[in-house]
Nanobody, 122 residues
Framework: QVHLVESGGGLVQPGGSLRLSCATSGRTFSNYPMGWFRQAPGKEREFVAAITSNGGGTNYASSVKGRFTIARDNAKNTVYLQLTNLKPEDTAVYYC???????????????WGQGTQVTVSS
């Protein structure tokens, strides 16, 4: 069984920054691409960013490109999402997930964390 635990969310003012972390269990973390998704109230879950198993490739949603950065540390079994220049529309629960391929589709991800709340408000 694989467990993913997100942390680092919180309340931040517009223009502020946060770093989200996702710690995973299991010895095969480095074999899998990882992704971040978010879900705002009343909206569907949407893709944010993904990273290849070795960290050499990334993909971003157009709405966050240039503001968010995904990274991973395979020695620590952890994937990160650096959020900068945050906007109120970034408010959502952020989830990390494991996939077999680098994908933007939630159905391609087999394990999910419980989520961490990010609220951007003045």
């Amino acid at each position: 069984q694989v467990h993913l635990v997100e942390s680092g969310g919180g309340l931040v003012q517009p223009g502020g920054s946060l770093r989200l972390s996702c710690a995973t269990s299991g010895r095969t973390f480095s074999n899998y691409p990882m992704g971040w998704f978010r879900q705002a109230p009343g909206k569907e879950r949407e893709f944010v960013a993904a990273i290849t198993s070795n960290g050499g490739g990334t993909n971003y949603a157009s709405s966050v490109k240039g503001r968010f950065t995904i990274a991973r540390d395979n020695a620590k079994n952890t994937v990160y999402l650096q959020l900068t220049n945050l906007k109120p529309e970034d408010t959502a629960v952020y989830y990390c997930a494991r996939s077999g391929i680098l994908s933007t589709m939630p159905d391609h991800y087999d394990y999910w964390g419980q989520g961490t709340q990010v609220t951007v408000s003045s």
